[in-house]
């Protein structure tokens, strides 16, 4: 069975550090891997995708994949307050079940003022 | 673009009743989900539909169905609600041309069953 894990939290940090979330997956042909945030009571919202192994950074977040180790990171640089939400990663496969997303449980992240 | 709608946001059943939550989306999108999120089991997929027309079972199907009606909206339906299906549901959408496949959520239902 595909899985995804994440470490559930919570993830304390203070304000202006760096934030490092991580997901681990199962499945060797995942191909496309996200980052969603969801806030308490909200529906997730798309952070970033990335499919290509190494660094991609927008803005103050930097997603980082390792295939061979079947690795995904996320790391949101001088933290803030909003950023406190739960964080799930998810993993696809683009020849897998109609573009089927599996999810792993989150992280949730509370950032201290 | 209103992106993905769902309706109701709230409903309170009780045991026996059925429902439709509706979903639609405005991206043209060809591919839609139905989730379902409970407290320490994540997003769970409960129905798919590729492409207007088709519909396939996710990982949690029993106790509901759906239907594409067309390529913008995709229904679950509830015949005989049970306690063990309170939880927030979420519609998604997705385009399958060429991947990634990034899925963009609508804001959800809670949904509770007495």
């Known amino acids: 069975q595909k899985e995804v894990e994440q470490n559930s939290g919570p993830l304390s940090v203070p304000e202006g550090a760096i934030a490092s979330l991580n997901c681990t997956y199962s499945?060797?042909?995942?191909?496309?891997f996200f980052w969603y945030r969801q806030y308490s009571g909200k529906s997730p919202e798309l952070i970033m995708f990335?499919?290509?192994?190494g660094d991609k950074e927008d803005g103050r977040f930097t997603a980082q994949l390792n295939k061979a180790s079947q690795y995904v990171s996320l790391l949101i640089r001088d933290s803030q307050p909003s950023d406190s939400a739960t964080y799930l990663c998810?993993?696809?496969?683009?020849?897998?079940?109609?573009?089927?997303?599996?999810f792993g449980k989150g992280t949730k992240l509370s950032v201290k003022p | 673009n209103a992106g993905v709608t769902q309706t109701p946001k709230f409903q309170v059943l009780k045991t026996g009743q059925s429902m439709t939550l509706q979903c639609a989306q405005d991206?043209?999108?060809?591919?839609m989900y139905w989730y379902r999120q409970d407290p320490g089991m994540g997003l769970r997929l409960i129905y798919y539909?590729?492409?207007?027309?088709?519909?396939d079972k996710g990982e949690v199907p029993n106790g509901y169905n759906v239907s594409r009606l067309n390529k913008r909206e995709f229904s679950l339906r509830l015949e005989s609600a049970a306690p063990s299906q309170t939880s927030v549901y979420f519609c998604?959408?997705?385009?399958?041309?060429?991947?990634?496949?990034?899925?963009?959520f609508g804001p959800g239902t809670r949904l509770t069953v007495t």
């Open positions: 998604a959408s997705s385009d399958l041309a060429g991947g990634p496949y990034e899925q963009y």
């Open positions: 499945d060797r042909g995942s191909q496309s």
């Open positions: 990335i499919y290509s192994n």
């Open positions: 998810a993993v696809g496969n683009y020849g897998g079940s109609q573009g089927n997303l599996i």
């Open positions: 991206m043209n999108h060809n591919s």
């Open positions: 539909s590729a492409s207007e027309g088709t519909t």
